[in-house]
């Protein structure tokens, strides 16, 4: 890439590292981020280094990368996105240099870089502890490394740690292959590349057989589904719109949106040299994107916005494409002319992205990270933080979130099933020594167990309403 180029590369890392670091201080967890935060400190702290208490179904990665973070920077929220944002930085630039090795275009590179630097899917998943954004940038530099040079271990590396990361990995095997194909790899580079894969590969089956568990990761996931099947007829429609409406926020905009279908078939009728593998690499990721957008409609997987953060650089990649062949195709295409026209384009990308962008930096959008993720938890730990050892805490909704704050809290998370099961707790303890609180949803649906608590003989003193809306309210609980 000419230097003129990766000038603007660095202006658009610092473009993406600014649009970043608000959510990355400020956001809150959302349950399965605490869930997956809870488990690293778990190692960090050597009180269970293989989980094997807890119901883990994602290979563990990124939990050990959580638990290196803990001790270097404290067990703060932050500190366990840290591997995420550090992937989520590196995604822009593996996004470019993948698409100049293809297609040794600067405006495509270019282009592609800054698409996944202002996506509010990227921006918002960045300050997130999901295994996502870590996925994604380890996917990215698999498919790297087939087309730069190629480096063939490296490359079966990279996806044996997205293996390693989440199960989602496998279902790019196909891209994979389909690049070492086109790239006419021999035997030898195969065998390189397994090279690469296997050691990553056999620490996580051997990590799944210490444990004692098997196997049975995979399982475990698809029972947390609800099992595997195709969607039924009445639920394509709904569902088809579910995933139009999160597909809108890879690229930030429906302009972008139809820019890449607009690009879609400009690059997919583009006429290829003889032995051009560019145009046909093209083709077999726009093949990929329709491939796995159907399989996520047609199976009745969740519609889960962190299944779409894969195709953010994906796409981004075809837009790029077909804007550097649009530049090629004007009649002035000297390519020391095309410089100032490929300026001009990343200016017009900025321009219309930014209050997109901008709005996924404060994380209106209902992707990703949150500001009140947890729906003030952070407030009801930090209250709590302070009461005797022996403190038990009633709950039914947030049970992920206090496994995280409290870890190496004196306070005792009960959780009740349902109204009568913890007035029967209260019966039983309600007059013991030791302080107990109940916490609850700020809505209506905490009215019966308000009043199966207050109908027992106890009464409820609030003590704390979050500022998160809408938010949850703690009770004390005496006696009346």
Known sequence: ?????RVVLLIILLLATALRLAAFFDNHFHADEALFASWA?????????????????????LFYLQALAFPLFGPLEWSARVPDMVASLLLVPLTAVFSWRLFGSSASALSAALLVAMSPMAIQFSGTAFTDPLLCALLVAALLFVVASPRPFWSGFCFGLAVLTKHQAWLFLPLLAGLVWLNGWQALQWRRMAAGFLPPFLLFLAWQLVRGGGLDLWSSQLNNFGGLRLAWSWELAPRLDAWADLLSLTLGSWLMIALLLLSIPVVWFSSPKRGDTSALADRLIILFIAGYLALHWLLAVPVWDRYLLPLVPLSAVIVGRGIGLALHWLPDHHPGRRYPGMLLILA??????????????????????????DSGAWEVAEYLAGTPYGTVLYDHWYSWHWQYFFIDRGVYTSWFPYPAGLVDDLDVFGKAAGDRYLVLPADDQALPVRRAVEEAGFEMRQVLHTDSQPGMILYRITPS
């Not at 400190?41 to 990665?61: F, M």
């Not at 017009?348 to 993720?373: E, K, L, Y």
């Open 348 to 373: 017009f990308i900025a321009a219309v992205q930014m209050s997109t962008a901008v709005a996924a930096r404060n994380g209106h959008f209902p992707v990703g990270g949150q500001r009140n993720g």
């Open 41 to 61: 400190r778990l190692i960090a702290i050597w009180r269970d280094p293989l989980l094997l208490a807890q119901p883990v179904d994602k290979p563990p990665l």
């Open 1 to 5: 890439m000419p230097t003129s180029s």
